[in-house]
Each structure stands twice: as C-alpha cells, then as structure tokens.
Nanobody, 121 residues
Framework: QVQLVESGGGLVQAGGSLRLSCAAS????????MGWFRQAPGKEREFVAA????????SYADSVKGRFTVSRGNAKNTAYLQMNSLKPEDTAVYYC??????????????WGQGTQVTVSS
C-alpha cells in the first residue's frame, strides 16, 4: 500500500521550532517531488514548501521564506520540514504531498493524514 505518514507536530510557543517528517512507503519515491501544505481552521489548504525529486531545487510560500526549510533524506523516501521562528499564524494541520509541481505549486495526487501544529502566543 502506497502511503505517506507525517510526524513531528505539536504545541510550541511563538518563536520556537518544530521539525516535521514525512515517511513514504509502498513504492520508490526517489524520482517524485515532495511537498508540504497546510490548512488552518476555516481556511483553504495552502502550499508551504516543496523539494524536487533530485533535491536540487526548492520552493517556498512567501509567508514562510527564511523561516522554514524543506529537505529530503538520503534514501529520498523521507521528507522534512524544519520550522523556525514559528508564529501563531502558522497554526494549522500540515500535510505531506507527493508529486507536487515545483513551478506551479500545484499538489500531486498522494497525501498524508496530516499532523497538527499549534503555535501559542
């Protein structure tokens, strides 16, 4: 079964850091772009960050540039999102996505179940 499983969410104070992980299984993801999206209560899901399958290029939403860093594990079946200087407005459910388009930031067809990130002020 092909699936993505996120972990690492939690409650943190403003200014703190969290690292999200996304473990992919069921097939080889080494040639597939990986990305992160988030959805806050009452809002639509939005793009956060993405990394090309080769790891050679990344893309970020303006709201997280300079604070978040997306990366991949050596085996390419794991993706990470390092989140620093967190703000209350970063509070959302964060989803891992496989197949995201780096240029258009449009999601691919495979989603994880999501992990909650809550930033207190």
């Amino acid at each position: 079964q092909v699936q993505l499983v996120e972990s690492g969410g939690g409650l943190v104070q403003a200014g703190g850091s969290l690292r999200l992980s996304c473990a992919a299984s069921g097939r080889t993801f080494s040639s597939i772009n990986m990305g992160w999206f988030r959805q806050a209560p009452g809002k639509e899901r939005e793009f956060v960050a993405a990394i090309r399958w080769s790891g050679g290029s990344t893309s970020y939403a303006d709201s997280v540039k300079g604070r978040f860093t997306v990366s991949r594990g050596n085996a390419k079946n794991t993706a990470y999102l390092q989140m620093n200087s967190l703000k209350p407005e970063d509070t959302a459910v964060y989803y891992c996505n496989a197949g995201v388009n780096i240029g258009t930031m449009k999601e691919g067809g495979l989603w994880g179940q999501g992990t909650q990130v809550t930033v207190s002020s």
